[in-house]
Each structure stands twice: as C-alpha cells, then as structure tokens.
C-alpha cells in the first residue's frame, strides 16, 4: 500500500508540476553556454563563454534573478581574452494560450550588471555597465528541465580603450524549474 501511494504522489507531483514549472513562488537555476570552440591546428585555440543564473519567479511567467558571465578566448603564444560580468536579469514567458509547440514557450530575457571585455593580445578593454535584451525559447524535456536557445543584443558602456561594446550572440541552456515551498505545500495537499 504505501508503495502505491508514493507512486500516486509522485504521478501527482509530476502532473501538477508540468503545468506549473513556471508559476509564482517556483526558481529557475541552470546556465547557458555560447560559442564553444576548441581549435585543433596549431596554434591551438580555446573559446568559451559559461552564464550561470537564478532566477525567482514573483509572479505567473515572470522571473526576476541574478546572473553570473565568464567566456575565455586563448590562443597558444597570444594570451587570453577574458570577458566577465554579474548582474542582474528578467524574464517574460508567452502566456500558456500562445504556446506554439506543446512542451515549450517562448519568452523575453534582459540583463544589466557590471561587465568587462579585456584583451591581452591587442590590448584594448571595455569595463563598465554592461546590459542585454533578447528572444529565447524553452522546451521542457520533462516537467521540470528546460532547453534553451536565446538571440540575445548585449552591450557594455563604460571606461577602456573603448567605450562602448557591443556584440549578438546565441545562447543554448539547460535550466531546471524548482517548485517553491507554496507550490509543494500544495501538491502534497492536493494528495491527501
């Protein structure tokens, strides 16, 4: 008997969450990765680009949260290109009536934080506020892990050897969509 009813709650937890991975009170932790490429003729090259970030939903389909940026650029004998940066990020998802594929949706990402972009082989530098904008789209593999791909317009002004950078680039992510303490409470009351 208990076997069945662990496996009821788990069916039942699994079936709520689907609907309700991005619902008020849930968090969303995962990273994206960008242009990684590891050169093998020489001289041998290395690029890229880790952004981890958390973020909190307060509302239905909208999250604040925080982000994190590393991306390394190495080629053998000319030194690192290190771009970094920290800040803070949005997101808007489509309501669930626009969902165009059945286990995805789209949204909005924005971000603004302290970012820097320094190259050793030139020797040119941006450091400053750094922020960027763009579409991206989730498909949840399960109820609770989503792939993403993200277009996203990012810019950096500031101090340096130049004063304004910019760039786009595409993002792929693996996010998983945690179910906050309100939304636990309500699926174990749901169970009983």
């Known amino acids: ?3 069945i009813t662990l496996a009821a709650i788990a069916i039942l937890g699994l079936v709520f969450s689907a609907n309700a991975q991005i619902q008020k009170g849930n968090v969303l932790i995962g990273s994206d ?3 990684l490429q590891l050169g093998l003729s020489k ?9 981890p970030k958390a973020a909190w939903f307060i509302k239905d389909n909208v999250a604040l949260g925080g982000y994190g940026s590393f991306s390394v650029a190495t080629l053998k004998g000319n ?3 290190i771009t970094y940066g920290i800040g803070a990020l949005g997101r808007v998802y489509s309501g669930a009536g626009t969902e165009i594929v059945r286990h995805g949706r ?7 934080g302290i970012e820097g972009q320094n190259y050793s082989a ?12 763009g579409p991206g789209f989730a498909y949840f593999i399960t109820p609770s892990i989503g792939l993403e791909t993200l277009l996203k317009y990012n810019g950096i002004v ?20 945690l179910p906050g303490r309100a939304t636990a409470r309500k699926v174990i009351r749901d169970v009983k």
């Open 158 to 177: 500031g101090f340096g050897s130049s004063p304004y950078a910019n760039n786009v680039n595409l993002q792929f992510g693996f996010q998983v969509y």
């Open 122 to 133: 030139t020797g040119g530098s941006t450091n400053g506020l750094g922020f960027g904008v």
């Open 33 to 35: 990765l960008a242009n």
């Open 79 to 81: 030194g690192s290109d």
């Open 106 to 112: 789209f949204f909005g990402e924005a971000n603004i």
């Open 1 to 3: 008997m208990k076997k």
């Open 43 to 51: 001289p041998t090259s290395f690029t890229g680009t880790i952004m």
